[in-house]
């Protein structure tokens, strides 16, 4: 069973910021699309923020300007920094690895991001 590996999450004031990090096994960060997704109580699951095995990224236009995914190869690390936090960045986040063919998804355990006065 893969395993991918969160933390970073916690509560911080409106305009702070917080950094995610997420470990894969090498098999698998080597290889797969690694990303952030997020869901708010009463809402959705959303795209936060992908970057390809290449390091093409990608960004829900709510992060843009805020947020960078990068990857840390020699850690097999996936990092999600978060800057300039609102109120309504308030989630869940998850740490997903994605394979296109044969489609193959792997989720971490989640984990809370608060952004609260």
């Known amino acids: 069973q893969v395993q991918l590996v969160e933390s970073g999450g916690g509560l911080v004031q409106p305009g702070g910021s917080l950094r995610l990090s997420c470990a894969a096994p090498k098999s698998i960060f080597s290889i797969y699309r690694m990303g952030w997704y997020r869901q708010a109580p009463g809402k959705q699951h959303d795209l936060v923020a992908t970057?390809?095995?290449?390091?093409?990224?990608n960004y829900a236009d709510s992060v843009k300007d805020r947020f960078t995914i990068s990857r840390d190869n020699a850690k097999n690390t996936v990092l999600l920094q978060m800057n300039g936090l609102k109120p309504e960045d308030t989630a869940v986040y998850y740490c997903?690895?994605?394979?296109?063919?044969?489609?193959?998804?792997?989720w971490g355990q989640g984990t809370q991001v608060t952004v609260s006065s």
């Open positions: 997903n690895a994605y394979y296109a063919s044969p489609a193959r998804h792997y």
């Open positions: 970057i390809t095995s290449g390091g093409s990224t």
